[in-house]
């Protein structure tokens, strides 16, 4: 039983922030047009003020001044209103807040839905608790509900253009005042971070190829360049390898940064230099943030589920790799693999805005390239295409300069951006170095010296 002194707890609302939006609605015709599309009957917890709101809004939906008269008339119409309302609105206009101030009431009343709604959601979470028999269910619905509130919170309204060229004028003037830094996430890669500005924050990154070109191996070198960068040190990697193990992977990335081939890290064939190489980037990739999930079925809901877990400990991603599109499941049933293609593309690309951070994800190409004499990929050529291609912002094809190299240790990779929402397309010569996994840019960049196969790019 409770202690007649223990405190009993309401929750969080503030009824004169709420008396006070109400009468500057109703004095102010400029607060009324601001205000009422942005706040909802929710925002106000006396259940006079949500009525008296509800009433105020059906007036502006229906293009009517709100003030006493037309809020009392519609009140009295919907047996809202008696000789209590009446005398309430009154009192309302009594008040004279200072409308200048609506904002700071506007804020107080978001602050407390905010709480209420998170108490609200805390309840429903605890009773499904109680009462769940898949503990994995029950995660992903608290994690949709508390993300529910953070979106609510985060939602923009319309702004004028101005707000948006000042940001642009602060972004120039960045770029100005570091002599025309790259402005995104760096690859390691100075040709493609030229052509490309850097990965953008938000972007979907399609990395596409034929089977056995290198995809995943050019995934992880960036992976790789990043991680070894002692100016990125901190930044935050999570890498979704639907098909190989999380140990090749590493395995692969000390490859490729010690100098040391895979065969000689497989079979353990180690000489003492190239022992104290390894080591040494282990210690390195362990004072790294480069994150490994190796399940082998996974969906978008699960991998925004896990990033959102990362980010929220780590303070944020700056990157994430999935390999591949074509082994994702997807979490509702669709009739063809298309559909189910499209809508986890459709995912990948609100995950990528959502954490603010891009998301490469590699992808399979059609069978169709290989019935064709010219092996130039094309956009057409990505499997399922026309949703990938669309939600897409860079679409990067890996192909070999010459297929009849295809099984020697070292060749020559043609990179094609085709296609770049805010940028140029481009075509860049790499080297491959099977031993250790490893790409680098050739210095031989006149694509006019070899008939490369590349066509341009389709509209």
């Not at 206009?93 to 200048?100: G, K, W």
């Not at 089977?211 to 995934?219: D, E, I, L, N």
């Not at 360049?225 to 890498?239: D, L, S, T, W």
């Amino acid at each position: 039983m409770s202690s007649p002194k223990e405190k009993i707890r309401v929750y969080p609302n503030n009824f004169e922030a709420e008396q006070a939006m109400l009468c500057c609605i109703m004095i102010d015709g400029r607060v009324a047009e601001e205000v009422i599309p942005q706040l909802k009957s929710d925002n106000f917890y006396n259940s006079r003020h949500k009525t008296i709101f509800e009433a105020m809004k059906k007036l502006h939906n229906s293009s009517i001044s709100v003030d006493i008269v037309t809020l009392n008339d519609l009140l009295q119409k919907q047996n809202d209103a008696g000789d209590e309302m009446a005398a309430y609105l009154v009192e309302l206009m009594n008040i004279q807040p200072s409308a200048v101030n609506y904002k700071d009431y506007v804020e107080i009343l978001n602050r407390d839905t905010i709480l209420r709604y998170l108490i609200d959601s805390c309840n429903t979470i605890t009773e499904m608790a109680y009462n769940a028999t898949d503990a994995q269910k029950v995660v992903q619905k608290a994690e949709n509900l508390i993300y529910s509130i953070s979106k609510e919170q985060s939602r923009r309204d319309l702004a004028h253009i101005s707000e948006h060229t000042g940001e642009l004028i602060t972004r120039l003037n960045d770029i100005i005042k570091q002599h025309g830094a790259v402005r995104g996430l760096m690859t390691g890669f100075p040709i493609l971070d030229k052509k490309t500005n850097g990965l953008q924050k938000g972007d979907l990154i399609i990395l596409a190829a034929r089977p056995s070109v290198g995809k995943t191996s050019f995934a992880l070198n960036i992976v790789a360049n990043i991680a070894f960068n002692q100016n990125y040190k901190e930044k935050k990697i999570a890498v979704f390898s639907l098909e190989m193990p999380g140990v090749h992977i590493a395995q692969r990335i000390v490859s490729n940064l010690s100098n040391v081939a895979m065969t000689n890290i497989g079979t353990g064939s180690l000489s003492t230099d190239e022992d104290k190489r390894i080591w040494k980037v282990i210690s390195t990739l362990s004072d790294s943030q480069v994150y490994i999930d190796d399940s082998s079925i996974i969906t978008p809901n699960q991998i925004l589920s896990k990033c959102r877990r990362l980010s929220s400990s780590l303070g944020g991603l700056d990157l994430v790799v999935v390999d591949y599109l074509q082994l994702m499941n997807n979490d509702q049933y669709k009739e063809s693999r298309q559909e189910a293609i499209s809508e986890i593309s459709r995912m990948l690309k609100i995950i990528a805005k959502e954490l603010d951070c891009p998301i490469i994800v590699l992808s399979q190409m059609s069978r169709n390239i290989e019935s064709r004499t010219d092996k130039a990929p094309r956009l057409s050529d990505l499997r399922e295409s026309g949703a990938i291609e669309q939600d897409a912002d860079i679409v990067i094809f890996l192909s070999r300069e010459n297929e009849q190299m295809k099984d020697a240790s070292e060749y020559t990779i043609l990179l094609q951006i085709a296609k770049h929402r805010n940028g140029e397309l481009a075509k860049i010569r790499y080297n491959w170095e099977g031993p250790y996994i490893r790409f680098t840019e050739s210095k031989n960049q006149d694509m006019e010296t070899k008939n490369l196969f590349i066509n341009s790019p389709e509209e």
